[in-house]
């Protein structure tokens, strides 16, 4: 189950697109397609974020004007997202001035595109991201119920990894991890 999940977070690169002009969404999504990027969309605030609550997204590309829901907007679904899914990256879009760009970074957003942009601009912006993405450590922790697994399970996966990460030198694990040796091999077992 852990190694499922682990294994999931590392390869599965879903990339939400939120913007409330159709026809963006809809050219940003196929532009995606055809370089074989999974892709979600989401017209308002209250979609994305439902999207975000239900589905592992590596990166979300984010109109800053979406047409506020109850003064909502951009701001508010970079805002939730950081809060509630630090994990996921966020690409913000705005044909807005300068100060938007600034606005977006102080919340935290991880890229700026400026509107109008050329697609083969956003896709390559995405397809760095998800490179990036692909190449950060995954620390796994669970975000549902059902992902939760016995802490000795885990404990094992993160002793595999250090001795990989050592070449397979179960005495340096041991001793980096801080760990007896025969916690380490028994790890190995598992």
């Avoid at 979600?40 to 609550?53: H, N, Q, V, W």
């Avoid at 190449?135 to 975000?143: D, G, I, R």
């Avoid at 250090?162 to 598992?190: F, M, Y």
Wanted: glycine content about 4%.
């Amino acid at each position: 189950m852990v190694n499922e999940v682990l294994k999931s977070a590392a390869t599965d690169k879903l990339v939400l697109v939120v913007d409330d002009e159709k026809f963006v969404r809809e050219t940003l999504v196929r532009a995606m397609s055809h370089e074989n990027i999974k892709c979600l969309e989401a017209g308002s605030e209250k979609e994305a974020l439902e999207i975000l609550g239900n589905h592992a997204i590596a990166l979300m590309l984010l109109d800053w004007s979406l047409r506020a829901e109850k003064d909502t907007s951009g701001a508010e679904v970079l805002f939730q997202a950081k809060k509630h899914h630090p994990e996921t990256s966020v690409i913000v879009m705005s044909g807005g001035d300068m100060d938007v760009r600034t606005d977006a970074y102080a919340k935290q957003a991880d890229g700026f595109l400026a509107k109008p942009f050329a697609i083969t601009v956003v896709v390559n912006a995405v397809k760095q991201a998800l490179k990036r993405i692909a190449e950060k450590p995954v620390m796994f922790l669970p975000s549902q119920d059902d992902q939760i697994a016995p802490l000795e399970k885990v404990k094992n996966i993160y002793i595999r990894h250090v001795v990989k990460l050592l070449d397979g030198n179960i005495s340096a694990a041991a001793e980096k991890l801080d760990v007896h040796r025969q916690t380490v091999a028994n790890a190995l077992e598992d």
